[in-house]
């Protein structure tokens, strides 16, 4: 059986038919064509495919697409819409990332982050990636560019 | 001022300042990877004509296949095929031809691949799997090595002797022994007859599995006139052409035929090096010609059924003198390499040729056996058989110091190896700063100044213990490079080396962009598509920074000889003159020439009379070791030249240990490692602050735990645990040294691997030092530590 649902992704208006088993994950990557959220672990451990929900981080593996109906959902490929933001200048320029596959988890992390408490300590910065799995990095070059980019602060919008 | 060579010790190309050289030039792949623009295997489109295929794994450790019944998954709406080991009775290896593309009549291990279903769409494969029926006859699976070394063990591979395989392994027939690397230097009776301490003891490294975040995945497609392309998730791009031409060639696939395209890859650690699950979507494109199939690892099947790292028994004997000078060392490893050994062997080769440590020892006997047992095919992983025979041997040498009432960092040192000393194999040791390395890591945990804390519940304690590591290569593995100029004096490279993470394409552009003036940012380096991009072995052995770099280097002073020689055509200047400055053309002998790339390196440069010289500037260069040889006598290991160098260096820690839970945190971790040359120093800062977190995450939790059958317990992110950002030192010291590689690309030499090796041991050392209490089997979890401590056990450190 299908479903009609309708959803905002990246600030575009989606309508788009799914099937109750499908989650998120599938509708974002194989209906909407957005592919920054990654298939890691399909179980929720591994971060890989963190999205904005309503402005909230979630696991994309474990919604349902149906769930989406009515909702809003921004990746890595909505956050800067007038260019990168702070954070991901700071870690282009900084090299945070190594393979690159949790980046686009981490960064959505960090940016929700970014938006409560706009001065974070390095502790917070942590809790606030804990739920995103990085194998490459040791993790200190992604919080030295988010400790960066709060210092700088958003970039003035013209 | 000093001179610093370009390629191989070519006095003509030496350079006198480095301006992209050494500088922590920003990743090029950056900004891909940031926006979400980096695309990987599982991210590409191929349309509304892709199959998915789910495979059929064996329950067992170990069974006999009695009959497969595919009516119905056949059956089921959306399956397109479904194939079994009737279908590709036909063996594939690396090293070794011990392995099938399926299961032919027996089962391996739990997990291996029994069958596949080729289906319409992702669920409607899963589904069908679970209804091919396969029944097993099942047998007692060989976990154990020790057991599978028993005279009267099961053949766990009956035909052994008839394997093809690499002339450097010496498999034993009728035995479950598929390698033995003997090494033996000096006179091991007499070394330990002149000891005055002879220690010895048994040390147990269990399997570790890669966790890259990004699963295996294959996409395989046979087209209408018979050209197979495979876009894989891998380290190998060649060497996977080369694997698939030799399975496939029953079929009448040679490597004209095949073409693999690897994008970029979230991350490998060895995991994704050679062929793994790869050769299934090899094997299913055959069946569906015309389609695309897709076949994507499931987390569970990451853990499973690709490589895992190897466990190893490790049994040392040391001697040494009263000051401390080492005698001899008889070192046995007993690896238990799982069920399918093609690459695994490989590792266990590299182990048995270097596990005397970077320590000058006149006597050795190094004994390293690949054993098959009924788990999972064993593989490279990050350090290469290295960061396994290190916590045995670097714990036994700090046990050895207390034996001998020395400091350990003391007797390190009084036993380093330095250039020129023999080392196992009998060729002399290269270039190594392992002195300063090890001063420098002493410095910065303040090694013998003892530390405690406020806690009277916490005890601290500090390690220090040093690694090396070769890169383990065919003596013939070489690299390759093409280069070609744009209008606007851009540059495309072209390589197949993998961008793993390790920044290698960022380090590719800044050897270019040093010899021909090209800012990095305008340099494009491209990831490995074989039909289009040249040679490269593998991407492995952190050997793409030196041999890949080679010829890298080789094709920009190929460009640049090509560049003088058309300002020369065209202009008259002797070729000599000229020198690149800030991507002009500029002479020595005529200051007001500047000539600038972007005017002629496409279009030539025109003459007086209209016509123009030049045109294009393309390059190429490659690289081969031409002084190695894997020739040498199987019983003694002398004779032939099998590494091409040794990083070295060494790692500290201290550490803080709570008594009641066992529970250990690292303060602070320096690592000092000798890269040569540091063409990007921030690069490696992020190779020693990530390896050091895989290595530490080895000893102080992963753990990959098999039930009675050889089933794996815990093949989920939940149950076997990696580190997450909460799980990081409170402090790291990254520390480089840079004593030049003479054949290196301007000195460097590789770095990837080295960081995690030392991980384990010095943890084991630092545990040792604050509490007491020394654990000889990895890893050393708080639950373990906190039993030690309530068990009142006071074993000598």
């Known amino acids: 059986m299908k479903h009609t649902i309708e959803m905002k992704v990246n600030g575009e208006a989606w309508v788009i038919d799914v099937s109750p088993a499908e989650s998120l994950l599938e509708v974002l990557r194989e209906k909407v064509g957005v592919k920054s959220p990654k298939i890691g672990c399909e179980r929720g451990d591994c971060g890989s495919c963190t999205i904005l929900y309503d402005g909230k981080t979630i696991r994309a593996c474990l919604a349902l697409g149906v769930e989406a109906d009515g909702h809003e959902v921004t990746t890595l490929e909505g956050i800067g819409h007038d260019g990168l933001t702070t954070l991901q200048e700071k870690m282009v320029e900084m090299s945070s990332f190594q393979c690159g596959f949790c980046a686009p988890g981490v960064v959505l992390s960090a940016h929700e982050l970014l938006q409560h408490e706009p001065h974070p300590t390095a502790g917070q910065v942590q809790e606030a990636i804990s739920g995103n799995l990085c194998r490459c990095t040791g993790y200190d070059s992604i919080v030295d560019a988010v400790l960066e980019a709060a210092r700088i602060g958003p970039r003035a919008v013209s | 001022m000093t001179k610093t060579y370009v390629g191989k010790a070519d006095a003509a190309n030496a350079m006198e300042t480095l301006n992209v050289i050494g500088r922590g030039t920003p990743r090029i792949d950056g900004l891909d990877k940031l926006t979400g623009a980096a695309e990987y295997v599982d991210d590409m489109d191929f349309g509304p004509g892709l199959l998915h295929a789910a495979v059929v794994e064996s329950p067992h450790g170990y069974a006999r296949i009695i009959g497969i019944d595919a009516a119905a998954a056949e059956a089921l709406p959306g399956v397109i095929k479904v194939v079994t080991g009737k279908d590709f009775p036909f063996t594939f290896g690396m090293y070794m031809k011990d392995r099938y593309i399926f299961a032919q009549d027996i089962v391996r291990f739990a997990g291996e691949q029994v069958a596949a279903v080729i289906a319409r769409d992702a669920r409607t494969a899963k589904k069908a799997a679970a209804l091919v029926e396969v029944e097993y006859e099942v047998l007692d699976p060989l976990l154990d090595p020790l057991k599978a070394l028993a005279d009267d063990a099961v053949l766990i591979h009956p035909d052994l002797g008839s394997y093809e395989h690499v002339p450097w392994f010496f498999p034993k027939e009728n035995t479950n022994i598929a390698h033995w690397r003997k090494t033996r230097r000096g006179d091991l009776e007499a070394g330990f007859a002149e000891a005055d301490v002879v220690l010895e003891d048994e040390y147990t ?24 392309t495979l876009w894989t ?20 696939f040679s490597h004209q035929d095949i073409r693999v395209v690897t994008p970029y890859v979230g991350g490998g650690f060895g995991g994704k090096a050679g062929v793994s699950m790869e050769i299934i979507g090899a094997a299913l494109a055959t069946v569906v010609q015309g389609r695309p199939v897709k076949v994507r690892w499931t987390r569970e099947q990451e ?26 060392i008889e070192h046995d490893l007993y690896w238990d390499a799982g069920a399918y050994v093609e690459y695994g062997a490989n590792v266990v080769n590299a182990a048995g040729l270097s596990a005397t440590g970077p320590y000058r020892i006149p006597a050795i006997k190094i004994d390293s056996l690949c054993v098959y047992t009924n788990l999972p095919p064993g593989g490279p992983y990050r350090g290469f058989g290295y960061s396994e025979f290190h916590f045995g041997l670097e714990s036994h040498i700090t046990r050895m110091a207390h034996a001998l009432g020395m400091d350990p960092v003391e007797l390190r040192k009084k036993n380093a190896i330095v250039e020129g000393d023999l080392l196992a194999y009998g060729e002399p040791m290269n270039p190594s700063g392992l002195i300063e390395a090890i001063d420098k890591t002493a410095a910065a945990i303040d090694w013998g100044v003892a530390e405690t804390s406020d806690d009277p519940n916490v005890a601290v304690g500090k390690g220090l213990c040093l690694f ?52 990095p940012a305008k340099i494009r380096v ?29 094709a920009a002073l190929e460009a640049r000889e090509k560049i003088f020689k058309v300002v020369h055509d065209a202009r008259g200047y002797e070729e000599g003159s000229l020198y690149l400055e800030d991507q002009q053309v500029k002479c020595d002998t005529d200051p007001d020439f500047a000539m600038a790339l972007s005017d002629f390196v496409i279009g030539g440069i025109q003459m007086p009379d209209g016509t123009f010289r030049g045109g294009p500037i393309v390059a190429s260069g490659k690289f081969m070791p031409e002084f190695t040889s894997a020739l040498s006598d199987p019983e003694t290991s002398q004779g032939g030249h099998p590494n091409v160098h040794y990083t070295v260096g060494a790692a500290g820690v201290i550490i803080e240990v709570d008594k009641d839970t066992g529970k250990i945190h690292v303060k602070k971790a320096a690592l000092a490692v000798d890269v040569g040359k540091a063409i990007n120093p921030v690069l490696i800062e992020g190779q020693i602050t ?11 939790y992963e753990d990959m735990r098999f039930d009675a059958g050889g089933r794996l317990l815990n093949p989920t992110f939940t149950d076997y645990k990696i580190p997450t950002s909460k799980d990081v030192p409170d402090e790291i010291i990254p520390i480089i040294i840079e ?4 054949d290196g690309p301007f000195g460097a030499r590789g770095v990837g691997e080295h960081t995690m090796i030392a991980a384990a041991p010095v943890i084991g050392d630092a545990v040792a030092d604050a509490v007491g209490v020394r654990l000889k089997d990895m890893p050393i979890t708080a639950e373990r530590v906190a039993m030690a401590l309530v068990s009142g056990r006071t074993d000598e450190t």
């Not at chain 2, 190897?310 to 000051?323: H, P, Y």
């Not at chain 2, 593995?477 to 004096?489: C, H, P, T, V, Y």
Request: with cysteine; glycine share 8%; net charge positive.
């Open chain 2, 303 to 328: 853990f499973k059924n690709t490589y895992q790292r190897q466990g190893v028994i490790a049994r040392i004997k040391l001697g040494a003198r009263k000051d401390g000078t080492f005698t001899a």
């Open chain 2, 205 to 228: 490294v269990p399997r570790y599995a890669h966790c890259a975040i990004e699963p295996h995945v294959v996409v395989a497609r046979l087209d209408g006139a018979r050209r197979l």
């Open chain 2, 468 to 519: 090396w590591k070769a890169p383990a290569m065919p003596p013939n593995a070489s690299s390759a490079s093409f280069l070609k100029f744009n209008e606007d004096g851009s540059i495309n490279i072209t390589v197949s080396g993998m961008e793993l993470g390790q920044g290698y394409l960022t380090v590719m552009a800044q050897v270019a962009s040093e010899i021909l003036t090209v800012p």
């Open chain 2, 526 to 554: 491209e990831t490995p598509d074989t039909d289009r991009n040249p040679y490269e072995w593998q991407t492995v052995a952190s050997h793409v920074t030196w041999s890949c770099g080679n010829a890298v280097a080789a």
């Open chain 2, 690 to 700: 990530g390896g050091l977190l895989q290595g530490l995450a080895t000893v102080l």
């Open chain 2, 233 to 252: 998730a891998s380290q190998s791009p060649f060497t996977q052409r080369d694997v698939f031409a030799q399975a496939l060639a029953p079929l009448g």
């Open chain 2, 739 to 742: 004593t030049p590689q003479p």
